[in-house]
């Protein structure tokens, strides 16, 4: 059953959520609160048409507090070591492409080269170090990823999640998920809300840029974490970065960028059953088809804004673009010719790690992910149409 929307506008208070975040960490101090704008829009959206059961609003609930524990523990650390801000992440490997797209298996063969830094979800979970803490232990954030996030615990009960794209508190994943602790960044945001999506991609302030300079500092405190840079470079995958190329280029100016395409009449239907089994871990009665227009709208502004600013920053010559296909089946080749693309040393033991990986995670490992146009209502014609130009350029 439903909650009403008097429950979500009431869960959702920003004054009552900043305040139990403060208990929780025993810290009072957020730094900017530019983001609690962001929050107030959330609540505002979110209680007129977010369709949340009483599990996926406590959880949603839970999640955002997370959020602002993660935020206030940081800005702590940022006083204690302002050193952190000095890390040098400005040239990264970003892998860019619509979901669906191959772009996992890219950066999770990537991920495993320890001469590259990457996001692991326990640490995106929880970006801030816990107060308990030990060196030489395990770290405690590990074992909270399976009680704290829910995508986990679904991952062992919902089938169709998983073979849609498994979650693991040790895989590589993508960086995204930082950006969800600026409540202000219009992909995958969560809870699931047209309106609070609309929201974002109008809206000024805090600017998308500002969303860039936050996760920046996040990447910094990570790299910080980890010893520092010591050589190594940052992989990123995020499939928002190809509606706000201006905004990542200006964040990171030493970027190398990498684009794997494939055709939207294939990619569509699976993002589309993929985020219908996302959203079931708040609303048990989802409908795949409550997201078609949604996903087809999104394509087409995504697409239409990368094909802008691709153009008009002249990045053709920067960007190495790969087909689908060859990822799916000529895979070390093309990891080979990314590392040449991006100048960095592709090592002998590292590449036998991707072999590695590749042999043990086969397509379909954890299920068959079963989708087509038709069983949404859609045309493989119209689709092509909507994306004709973006078909002519990039899909052979």
Same mark, same amino acid.
């Given at each position: %059953?439903?909650?009403?929307?008097?429950?979500?506008?009431?869960?959702?208070?920003?004054?009552?959520?900043?305040?139990?975040?403060?208990?929780?960490?025993?810290?009072?101090?957020?730094?900017?609160?530019?983001?609690?704008?962001?929050?107030?829009?959330?609540?505002?959206?979110?209680?007129?048409?977010?369709?949340?059961?009483?599990?996926?609003?406590?959880?949603?609930?839970?999640?955002?507090?997370?959020?602002?524990? /993660?935020?206030?523990?940081?800005?702590?650390?940022?006083?204690?070591?302002?050193?952190?801000?000095?890390?040098?992440?400005?040239?990264?490997?970003?892998?860019? +492409?619509?979901?669906?797209?191959?772009?996992?298996?890219? @950066?999770?063969?990537?991920?495993?080269?320890? /001469?590259?830094?990457?996001?692991?979800?326990?640490?995106?979970?929880?970006?801030?170090?816990?107060?308990?803490?030990?060196?030489?232990?395990?770290?405690?954030?590990?074992?909270?990823?399976?009680?704290?996030?829910?995508?986990?615990?679904?991952?062992?009960?919902?089938?169709? $999640?998983?073979?849609?794209?498994?979650? +693991?508190?040790?895989?590589?994943?993508?960086?995204?998920?930082?950006?969800?602790?600026?409540?202000?960044?219009?992909?995958?945001?969560?809870?699931?809300?047209?309106?609070?999506?609309?929201?974002?991609?109008?809206?000024?302030?805090?600017?998308?840029?500002?969303?860039?300079?936050?996760?920046?500092? $996040?990447?910094?405190?990570? *790299?910080?974490?980890?010893? +520092?840079?010591?050589?190594?470079?940052?992989?990123?995958?995020?499939?928002?970065?190809?509606?706000?190329?201006?905004?990542?280029? *200006?964040?990171?100016?030493?970027?190398?960028?990498?684009?794997?395409?494939?055709?939207?009449?294939?990619?569509?239907?699976?993002?589309?059953?993929?985020?219908?089994?996302?959203?079931?871990?708040?609303?048990?009665?989802?409908?795949?088809?409550?997201?078609?227009? &949604?996903?087809? %709208?999104?394509?087409? %502004?995504?697409?239409?804004? &990368?094909?802008?600013?691709?153009?008009?920053?002249?990045?053709?010559?920067?960007?190495?673009?790969?087909?689908? *296909?060859?990822?799916?089946?000529?895979?070390?080749?093309?990891?080979?010719?990314?590392?040449?693309?991006?100048?960095?040393?592709?090592?002998?033991?590292?590449?036998?790690?991707?072999?590695?990986?590749?042999?043990?995670?086969?397509?379909?490992?954890?299920?068959? @992910?079963?989708?087509?146009?038709?069983?949404?209502?859609?045309?493989?014609?119209?689709?092509?149409?909507?994306?004709?130009? &973006?078909?002519?350029?990039?899909?052979?």
């Amino acid at each position: %059953m439903l909650v009403d929307s008097q429950a979500i506008f009431d869960a959702f208070d920003p004054q009552r959520l900043l305040k139990e975040a403060q208990e929780q960490a025993g810290l009072s101090d957020f730094g900017d609160q530019g983001f609690v704008s962001a929050l107030e829009k959330l609540r505002e959206y979110c209680s007129l048409d977010s369709r949340l059961d009483a599990m996926g609003l406590a959880s949603n609930r839970t999640r955002i507090i997370r959020h602002l524990v /993660n935020r206030l523990r940081f800005e702590d650390d940022l006083k204690r070591h302002p050193e952190i801000l000095d890390e040098e992440v400005s040239d990264p490997i970003v892998i860019l +492409g619509m979901p669906r797209s191959g772009t996992t298996k890219t @950066h999770r063969m990537m991920g495993v080269d320890p /001469n590259l830094l990457k996001t692991i979800t326990w640490q995106l979970v929880n970006p801030a170090p816990f107060p308990n803490a030990k060196p030489g232990e395990p770290d405690p954030r590990i074992e909270a990823a399976y009680s704290q996030e829910v995508l986990l615990s679904a991952n062992d009960s919902n089938p169709a $999640l998983r073979a849609g794209h498994f979650y +693991g508190a040790h895989e590589v994943q993508e960086d995204l998920w930082l950006f969800l602790l600026t409540f202000n960044y219009p992909t995958n945001s969560r809870p699931f809300s047209l309106g609070y999506h609309n929201y974002l991609m109008a809206r000024r302030a805090p600017s998308d840029l500002e969303n860039y300079a936050y996760f920046k500092k $996040l990447i910094q405190y990570l *790299q910080w974490q980890q010893g +520092g840079r010591n050589g190594r470079r940052w992989l990123f995958k995020n499939i928002g970065n190809m509606a706000f190329m201006d905004e990542l280029l *200006q964040t990171f100016p030493n970027a190398s960028l990498v684009h794997v395409h494939r055709k939207l009449t294939s990619s569509l239907p699976s993002i589309i059953k993929l985020t219908t089994e996302l959203i079931r871990t708040e609303n048990a009665e989802i409908n795949s088809k409550d997201l078609i227009a &949604y996903h087809v %709208m999104r394509a087409k %502004m995504v697409i239409d804004r &990368y094909m802008e600013s691709r153009d008009r920053l002249g990045l053709d010559g920067r960007i190495l673009d790969i087909p689908y *296909q060859r990822i799916r089946t000529d895979s070390l080749s093309v990891i080979r010719e990314i590392y040449q693309h991006a100048e960095h040393t592709l090592a002998p033991e590292s590449e036998q790690l991707m072999k590695d990986y590749e042999l043990t995670n086969e397509q379909g490992k954890h299920g068959a @992910h079963e989708y087509s146009l038709e069983g949404y209502g859609l045309s493989e014609s119209a689709i092509n149409n909507s994306f004709r130009e &973006y078909n002519r350029r990039y899909i052979l």
